[in-house]
């Protein structure tokens, strides 16, 4: 490709290079430019003070990465045109690009029951209107239309190089040392097979130690009792900031922030000029603004809440094997806040159960294809004597507590 290409440099990569045309010109759009401001682990800086990292240095990282893993599997005679390349790479640019505040902990909260792909795509499609169809073949590889499977496996499935920034990149600056794979080796490996993505046999054990580092990291990391009660009070206090807006009240924040206060939306509105450009005005810093401000509340429930995050005063958070609701011990806890409170109809803002799951590699969904010596191809979990039935193919599923700190 003719032009200049501009380099960045990554802590976790190294130099990354920059190729002009389509993927600069997503790279300079404001929207994607609004992901320095997401912080890509939301609050696990609460627990894990270094990872304050941004999901525009993961989009980065994971462009870094397909251009690495396309070049790969040309070295192995795989064709792919310099178009597709192109495309592959701004696909896994802006996957994460209709990410909300906070990354996963508002998911859903802030355009309700709409997933962040859901919303990457209605950008990318509002994106390639601008850039007069220079998206077309992204948004096919990203939907997984495109007749080359393999390139939409790159993108979304079990071993893809999303997955593969984000476990470097979190592992880096959260300090956890058990995400550290060993991503170049994996991309080494990798190849294709009929149509779809596989992994040279020589690779396989790279493979199961980033199975089993993705398993460790979600609960050292991404599901910490911590962080995840942290991600319980942000959403209680989104929960009441809205429920007062809509009873009329008037609440300090951004002009996007207080459009999606007093209104609720779905992925019918996705096609809508000004939801997206509502949403994508939207950064954490909004969000923090707000809280600072909504402290100060006359509303008792949303000013307790909001204190609560701002001096770390977080809610304690117990993992149990089996549900706790409706537990003795649970209606005990009930009574016991209800006292502390002197109500009962907010009672739910300071004390909650729920559920989380990981789960370390789905049978169901899209198999790891390990090509062997003679050409034949096996899932890993198969083949692998390190990947447990029970730890590897069921949900581990954990319930819990969450308890406002009223002390």
Known sequence: ??????????????????????????????????????????????????????????????????????????????????????????????????????????????????????????????????????????IQIFEGTYHKKFLHQLVSGQLDVDRLDYLKRDSFFSGVAEGMIGLERIIKMLTVHDNLLAIEHKGIYSVEKFLISRRLMYWQVYLHKTVLAAERLLINIFKRARFLTGKGEELAGSPSIRFFLLREFSADFLESDEVLGMFTALDDTDIMAAIKQWQNSNDFTLSLLCKMLIIRKLPKLRLYNEPIADTPYYIRECERIKGLLAADDILDYFIESGEVTNKGYDLYKDEIRVVMEGGRVEDIYAISDMLSTRAFSQITKKHFICIANLN
């Open 1 to 138: 490709m003719i032009g200049v290409h501009k380099i960045i440099n990554d802590p976790v990569h190294g130099f990354i290079s920059i190729p002009p045309g389509i993927i600069t010109k997503n790279i300079e759009h404001p929207w994607f430019q609004r992901l320095r401001d997401i912080k890509q682990l939301g609050l696990t800086n609460l627990v894990y003070p270094g990872a304050t990292h941004s999901r525009l240095s993961h989009a980065l990282g994971a462009m870094h990465l397909m251009r690495d893993a396309i070049a790969v599997l040309r070295s192995k005679g795989i064709i792919i045109t310099i178009e597709e390349e192109e495309a592959a790479a701004a696909a896994i640019l802006l996957h994460d690009i209709g990410h909300g505040p906070f990354s996963h902990a508002l998911e859903n909260n802030i355009i309700v029951g709409v997933s962040h792909e859901e919303i990457s795509l209605a950008l990318m499609r509002k994106m390639n209107d601008m850039f007069s169809g220079g998206l077309d073949l992204a």
